[in-house]
């Protein structure tokens, strides 16, 4: 029997803002599809080919502060210079002495006539903000609309 492929994310309903819940077999996985999460609020990911990479790399004190600042590098990206992510790639977390570091290479487009813009996640919150181990990883997301 084949293995069963992993859901991504799943978004929520929520009463004025976006929410998500994002999954990964690791910690990476799951802010990777955190990320794509995110993009799915806003344009459809998954058509956009990887023309463009941009590497990133963030610093926290803790997962909870590193994943928010993570995905606050797509909003940037895509509100300073009209990146739509597609793809992460290497994503890689480690430990450091005053928290954590995170590196990536996130692959995508600009904007153009190509794309359809369905929604504006305008920032990242901590409010219901949660990250649970269990049989891999869960990332649970609320933004800014």
């Known amino acids: 029997m084949a293995p069963t492929v992993m859901e991504r994310y799943k978004i929520l309903p929520h009463t004025a803002d976006g ?3 994002a999954y990964g077999r690791t910690l990476e996985e799951a802010f990777g599809n955190a990320a794509l999460a995110t993009a799915s609020l806003m344009w459809d ?3 956009v080919e990887p023309r463009v990479r941009h590497f990133v790399h963030v610093t926290g004190i803790d997962r909870e502060q590193l994943l928010v600042k993570f995905l606050g590098e797509v909003i940037y990206l895509f509100e300073t210079k009209r990146f739509l992510l597609g793809k992460v ?3 890689r ?3 450091e002495f005053a ?3 995170l590196e990536a290479l996130l692959g995508g487009d600009i904007l ?3 794309h359809e813009l369905y929604g504006d996640v305008k920032a ?3 409010h219901d903000l949660k990250i649970e181990e269990c049989e891999g990883f869960s990332v649970q997301v609320v933004v800014d609309m």
């Open 112 to 114: 153009s006539e190509r």
């Open 89 to 91: 790639d290497g994503l």
């Open 93 to 95: 977390i480690r430990p």
């Open 124 to 126: 990242v919150t901590y």
């Open 99 to 101: 928290g954590f570091n």
């Open 45 to 47: 990911w998954s058509k």
């Open 19 to 21: 929410k998500f819940q």
